[in-house]
């Protein structure tokens, strides 16, 4: 299983972007990388997806190297409400790699 | 009209007890899963169901028994509850087992054993 490491916390203000990187060394060459947000008393909510190089949404941007042994997730112009946990995760076509998810970076945004 | 649904929302219950959580998906997907959140947010996957058959059963204790009458809906059954059982499960659903579908998942049921 290809596991993911993130930082554990990360705190920003309004306004500005936010990059939250994500470690995968063990990624297999059919895994995408997947991004989940988490409200307090929420399930996760899908963000972005990607393979490689650069994927953009309307919430966010997603950067992977040539290696994709790791991404970073880019969210641009925070606001308070953009305070959640954030869930990289490593998904493969295999029963036992769909969705695990790792301990995920907690997102504080400050006025 | 919401796309997964769990209830109930809240549940709390005896030790000893035997309880039921119910997931409903309304979005045709193929695919259910049932997550554990525990107190310090670790989300783990339990199980999950393709086309109604189980696909992962992840190293949890047989009192958990999840049922797959259809497609759109797969349900808990907690045997004999613990304390440890206390935590947030978590249903969610995907189109397929596909490494690029997105997952779609329930607000949650907080169970507390006491």
């Known amino acids: 299983l290809a596991k993911t490491t993130q930082p554990i916390s990360m705190d920003s203000y309004e306004g500005q972007e936010v990059n939250i990187t994500c470690s995968h060394n063990n990624i297999a060459t059919n895994d995408y990388i997947t991004w989940y947000q988490q409200f307090p008393s929420q399930g996760p909510r899908f963000i972005i997806q990607g393979y490689k190089t650069k994927v953009t949404n309307e919430v966010a941007s997603l950067f992977i190297p040539a290696d994709r042994k790791s991404s970073t997730l880019s969210l641009p112009r925070v606001s308070l409400s953009d305070t959640a946990v954030y869930y990289c995760?490593?998904?493969?076509?295999?029963?036992?790699?769909?969705?695990?998810f790792g301990s995920g970076t907690r997102l504080s945004i400050r006025p | 009209d919401t796309a997964v649904s769990q209830t109930p929302k809240y549940l709390v219950t005896q030790m000893g007890n035997d309880k039921s959580i119910k997931c409903e998906q309304n979005l045709g997907h193929d695919t259910m899963y049932w997550y554990k959140q525990d107190s310090k947010k670790f989300l783990k996957i339990m199980f999950s169901y393709n086309n109604k058959e189980l696909i992962i059963n992840e190293t949890v204790p047989n009192r958990f028994s999840p049922k797959s009458p259809d497609k759109a809906h797969l349900n808990l059954h907690i045997n004999s509850l613990e304390l440890g059982d206390s935590a947030v499960y978590f249903c969610?659903?995907?189109?397929?087992?596909?490494?690029?579908?997105?997952?779609?998942f329930g607000q949650g049921t907080r169970l507390t054993v006491v």
């Open positions: 969610a659903s995907s189109q397929s087992l596909e490494a690029d579908t997105e997952a779609f």
């Open positions: 995760l490593v998904e493969g076509y295999s029963s036992a790699s769909k969705i695990i």
